[in-house]
C-alpha cells in the first residue's frame, strides 16, 4: 500500500517536470513579452513603462495595471510597413511549403522504394549537412549566387549571361528549400516507408495500375506526412529572419526582420514584442491543426 | 478454371515452385496446404499475377496469363492481413474494384449493400477498418474480393488472424458462401483440419513440389508418400520387409513383428516398405487377437475427447494408440504398466514405399 503511494507520487513528479518546465521557460517568457507589448517605450533601463513595483503593494499593482495599454498594436494595424512583412512573410511560407513539397515527395518516394540497405544511407544523406552550422551553409550560398559566384559561371558555361542572384527573391526562396527540405523529406520518408506494399497489391488485385494506385492509394495514405512537413517547414519560415537578411534584398522583408529592427535599431521593446504576440496568434491555428493531425494519427494507429 | 503447365519459380538459388503441373477446375473449393516455405504462397501469388513464372505458363480459364498484368487477370485475391485501405470506409473498400471498372454510382451502391448483406456487415458501411474487430475486418476484404464477380477467388490464409472459435465458425461460412457463388476458390492454409474442412480437393506441398494431390479422405486415408502420411495427422510408421504378397494383402516383417496391410502395385517382395497406421484405427484388448501385436501402455495422454495411449511393443518399437473417450478418466480399464494387446483390420494400415 505504501509502495504504491511513493510510486504514484514519483509517477506524478515525473510527469510534472516536463510541465513544470515549460511553465518556466515557455509560458512565463510568453506573459513578460505580452506584458512588454502592453507598454511604452522610454528612454531609461529597462527601456519601457511601466515597471512592476511590488514593493509599492497593491498600489503599485494598480498604478502598473493603469499603465498598461494597447497603444502598440494600434501603431501596428495603422502603418502598413507591418501588414505588409506579414504578408510577404505569409507569402514566402506558403510559396516555399509548397516548393518544398513539390521538390521534396519525390526525393521521400524514391528513398521509400530504394532497397533497404541504401535507405540508411540515404537517410544519412538527407541528414549529412546538419553536421555543418546552418549559418556557414547559408554564408556559402552567397559565395555561389554572388555576382562572379559559382552559378553564374555556370551559367555562362551554357552561354547564358550572368544576372544578379544575391538579394532577391530567388535567392531567398533557393536559401529557404535548400534549408528546410529535410524537415519536409524525413516525415514524408517516414509515412511512405511504413506504407504496406500489399496494399499497392490489393489495389492492382482488384484492376487498378500501379500508376493509378499512386493517386487512389500512396498519396492520400501519405497525406499526414505531408502536413506534417509542411507545418513543420511553414511555422518556422514565417518567422525566418537569417536567410532573407543574408541572401534577400530590400524588397523581400519579412516580419523576423521588422521584429529585429524595431528590437535593435529602433530600442522599441513593446512595438517588437506586439510584432512577437500577433506572429504568435498567426500560428496558433497552423500549430493547432499540427497537434490534431497528430493525435488523430496516433489514435488510428494504437 | 487454373492450371499450372511446369511452373518453376526461383528466388535467386531458392527454388520456391519446382515444376508444378496442377489442374483446378470450375467451381471447385481447393486447398494448397504445406508447411511454411513449402511454396503454396508463391504458387497463389502465381496465379494472381504478382509473381511471374521462371519456367512453365499458368492458364486461367483456358487462357494464357503470361504477361497479364494483376489488374486485367479474371481473379481476386483476399490478402492474409487483409491489406484494407485505411484511408476508405467500409463501403470505399469494398466498391474499390468497381469504381475502377467505371461501373455508374448507382450500380456500385446496390452491389455494396448486396455484398454488405451477404457477409453480414449491414449498417457498417460508415466505419473505418481501424473502427473494426478482427472477424468483421475479415468479412470486408472477403466481400471486396468477391466484389468485382472473379472466376477464381484465392485466399492467403484468410483465417490466420481469427481465434479458435471464430476460425471455426468462418471455415463453415466459407463453404456455404463457395456452394452459394459457385465460384472456383483457391485457398492457400497450413492449417490441415482447416483444409480438411473446406476443400473438395487439396495439394499437400512440400519444398516446392506437389506431394500429393486429392480429396482429404484420400490424402488422409491413403497418403502418397511417408511425408505425406507424417505431415497429416497422428502417424504411427513402422518399417519392414516386405515378405510376401497374397491375395492383395501384403506381409511386412518388422522388428519380429508380421504385419499385413493391402498390397499396392509398386510394393516387391523383398525390399523395404513402411507401414502407415493411424491410431484411431487400432484397437486395445485385453486378450490376445489374431493378428494382434503384445505390448505395455507406457504412457497416457488425456486429451479430453480421446486418450492417446504409447505403447512399446516387445521389439522396442513404440506404438501411438487414439480411443476415443466416452468415459470419465477414472474408469479407463486400462492403466500404465499394462500389459495390453493392439490389433486393427487388415485395411486399416497403408503400405508405403517412398
Redesign the interface.
Known sequence: MAGRETQSIGTRLVVLVPYAWLVAFFLVPCLIILKISLSQTVLAQPPYEPVLDLSAGWAGIRDFLAGLSADNYATLAGDTLYLASYLKSLEVAALSTALLLVIGYPVAYAMARAPGRIQAVLVMLVILPFWTSFLIRVYAWIIILQGDGLFNRALGLVGIAPRPWLATDTAVYIGIVYSYLPFMVLPLYATLQKL?E??L?????????RR?AFW??TL??S?PGAVAGGLLCFIPIVGEFVIPDLLGGSQTIMIGQTLWTEFFANRDWPVASAIAIVLLCVLVGPIAAFEHMRLRDAR?RS | MVRFEGVTRRYGDVIAVDCVSLDIAAGEFFALLGPSGCGKTTLLRLA???EHPDAGRVLIDGEDMTGV????RP???M?Q?Y?????LTVAGNIA??LR??KMPRKAIDSRVDELMSLVRLEGLGGRRP?QLSGGQRQRVALA??L??RPKVLLLDEPLAALDKKLRDETQFELTKLQEQLGTTFVIVTHDQQEAMTVAHRMAVMDRGRLAQVATPAEIYEQPASRWVADFIGDVNLIEGVVEAIDAGLATLAADGLRLRAPAPDNVVTGRRAVLALRPERIRIAMAPQPDGVAGTVKDIGYRGDSVLYRVALASGAELKVSVAHRTRLADLPVGRGDRIFLAWPPDAGVLLTQ
Open positions: 504496406d500489399a496494399l497489391e490489393a489495389a492492382a488485385d482488384l484492376g487498378c495500375p493509378k487512389t492509394v492520400p495514405l497525406l488510428r | 494472381a499475377g504478382f498484368p494483376p489488374y486485367r481473379v481476386n485475391m490478402f492481413s491489406a484494407l485501405f485505411p484511408h474499390f474494384g475502377q471498372e481501424h471486396r474480393a466484389a468485382k
